[in-house]
């Protein structure tokens, strides 16, 4: 399958931005098996993870400390899709946003590595 982020942009600090990241060949009973997951870039830093999400049976939620109580990760698995809001932002979540996909449970998550699939990225960017 193919991950495809949007959303990212220019905003400033204490501003909100909804990412969204669609995918494209799965089908629904593949898709919503998959552990979907937020991770972030920023210049000369390591990718780390921000947010995941796993919703076969139930849905669970995991968050880096950075995230918790300023962003929500959601999902749609009839429209193949997980959202990240984010609201309060701060300068230093000035990243590149990725989507990624493991299947299965988020047992890897906030292992980068762990994750096979991963979209090209949208850029986020907070200025004061």
């Known amino acids: 399958g193919q991950l495809l982020e949007s959303g990212g942009g220019s905003v400033q600090a204490g501003g909100s931005l909804r990412l969204s990241c669609s995918a494209a060949?799965?089908?629904?009973?593949?898709?919503?098996?998959?552990?979907m997951g937020w991770f972030r870039q920023a210049p000369a830093k390591e990718r780390e993870g921000v947010a995941a999400i796993y919703s076969a049976g139930g849905s669970i939620t995991y968050y880096a400390d950075s995230a918790k109580g300023r962003f929500t990760i959601s999902r749609d698995n009839a429209k193949n899709t997980v959202w990240l809001q984010m609201n309060s932002l701060k300068l230093e979540d000035t990243a590149m946003y990725y989507c990624a996909a493991n299947p299965g449970p988020c047992g890897s998550w906030p292992r980068a590595s762990g994750f096979p699939y991963w979209g090209q990225g949208t850029q986020v960017t907070v200025s004061s």
């Open positions: 060949g799965y089908t629904y009973n593949t898709y919503n098996r998959n552990c």
